[in-house]
Nanobody
Framework: QVHVVESGGGLVQPGGSLRLSCAASGSIYSINAMGWYRQAPGKERELVAAIINGGRTNYADSMKGRFTISGDTAKNTVYLQMNSLKPEETAVYYC??????????????WGKGTLDTVSS
């Protein structure tokens, strides 16, 4: 079984910053990708940023220059630094991991999400 746990969400004022962490654990042989998605009230879940094969990064256009994704492969952990946050970016932020188990079974797992509120 693969477990995904997010942390670091909370309340921040417009223009402020938050740093999210996501740790994957359990039956993991290798990690293909780790990423962050978000879902605002009444909207569909969307990609924020992802790290693929431990190095290549992918960002949604609206986050480029403000958000930075980074990873610690030794800890199976990915971080999302979010700067210059806007009220419309209030959402539940979810971590997603794509891994291979020791038996080479491919597994995709979601965390439970962390609520980030941008408000004055």
């Amino acid at each position: 079984q693969v477990h995904v746990v997010e942390s670091g969400g909370g309340l921040v004022q417009p223009g402020g910053s938050l740093r999210l962490s996501c740790a994957a654990s359990g039956s993991i042989y290798s990690i293909n990708a780790m990423g962050w998605y978000r879902q605002a009230p009444g909207k569909e879940r969307e990609l924020v940023a992802a790290i693929i094969n431990g190095g290549r990064t992918n960002y949604a256009d609206s986050m480029k220059g403000r958000f930075t994704i980074s990873g610690d492969t030794a800890k199976n952990t990915v971080y999302l630094q979010m700067n210059s946050l806007k009220p419309e970016e209030t959402a539940v932020y979810y971590c997603n991991v794509d891994v291979l188990k020791p038996n080479l079974e491919a597994v995709n797992e979601w965390g439970k999400g962390t609520l980030d509120t941008v408000s004055s």
